[in-house]
């Protein structure tokens, strides 16, 4: 089993920049990933990154302005939110799990999920 809990969500105008935080529980030797949701719409990828940090990959609407990166001495995942949009309103979720390199966008993929957070940013 495996606990995450994000933190680093707020109110940001729009270009502005925020960074989440993901810390997990445990021994963590798990892929990682953000997905996000807006009120209304389903749950959708943001990013990920494999276990040793050599592997990540990003939704088209985010790739060059966030990043993935992850401490594993620090059992912590981050994601980097630079020129933020107010598309990019929505609850952010970590998640954990084995997805393969194929699958890593894939939400069924993954098995352990945060309580989210919630980003706001204003136009």
């Known amino acids: 089993q495996v606990q995450l809990v994000e933190s680093g969500g707020g109110l940001v105008q729009a270009g502005g920049s925020l960074r989440l935080s993901c810390a997990a529980s445990?021994?963590?030797?798990?892929?990682m990933a953000w997905f996000r949701q807006a009120p209304g719409a389903e749950r959708g990828f943001v990013a990920a990154?494999?276990?040793?940090?050599?592997?990540?990959d990003y939704a088209d609407s985010v790739k060059g302005r966030f990043t993935i990166s992850r401490d594993n001495g620090k059992n912590t995942v981050y994601l980097q939110m630079n020129s933020l949009k107010p598309e990019d309103t929505a609850v952010y979720y970590c998640?954990?799990?084995?997805?393969?390199?194929?699958?890593?966008?894939?939400?069924?993929?993954?098995?352990?999920w945060g309580q989210g957070t919630q980003v706001t940013v204003s136009s």
């Open positions: 445990g021994r963590n030797v798990y892929n």
């Open positions: 998640a954990a799990g084995r997805p393969t390199t194929q699958a890593m966008g894939v939400r069924t993929a993954y098995d352990y």
């Open positions: 990154i494999i276990w040793a940090g050599a592997i990540t």
